[in-house]
């Protein structure tokens, strides 16, 4: 069983030794206005219709700014990601062998994942199409590599943070996702769906995304974590080890709504 190593420091590039060229996104007002319409459009839809993750990986797009640029290199200068850039890991592949997720021991990461997405009728590729439109347009195979790999985390950060699915605990998530990785568009969500949240829980609602934004900060980079030989872990242990402390603030207003 592997054990959990702390990442390189990602802050520094000397192992960069190739230099990926990202498309220039115009910044003229008419262009960052049309994406700015484009995401706003995208987040109405998908308030309307919470289960239109697709609309998620639009506004993502279209605010990125340099976001994806930098968390490529950060994830590539570190031990784990120019280990999957180099071997081409699939963590996907991993996620979708169901049979050998439910051979590891039964208070392991990958049987709390397991569990997770069984209760939710979820499957490890669910993400995948949600996210055609966007992936498609990146034509670099290793950031594509980087991008589709975090994209499939999203389930197993549900199962570290303890967020469920509920409208509240995506939001929690978002939160925590938007400290680790800084995509402007998560926050454009975040800022666009508070107020309908606060009505919708009350009290305690803006706390707990705080709480959430305060826990991502705090903990490991996630996106540099090998995820693979995590699964066999301990749940617990895994979660001491990468500093996600338990959602408690999140937990009270589910208490208070009687939904936990």
Known sequence: MAELTRSEDPRTETNLQVRVEFPKR???LKARWQRLKTAYTAVKALFDDPEDTEKVFTVISSLRGDSLEEAYRRFKATPTGSRVLRDQVDLLKTLQNRDELAQLGAESFGAAYLEFVKSQDLTADGLVDASYEVTEQIGNSD???????VRDMHDLWHTLTRYGR???GEACLLAFTYAQLRNPGVAFILVL???RLTRGYGRGTVRALLRAHKDGKRARWLAAESFEDLLSQDIEVVRENLGIPEPTAYWSILDR???R
């Open 26 to 28: 115009s910044k003229s």
């Open 143 to 149: 950031v594509l590599r980087y991008t589709e790999r």
């Open 166 to 168: 509920e409208p509240l």
């Open 193 to 195: 769906g508070t107020q």
């Open 257 to 259: 709504h009687g939904l």
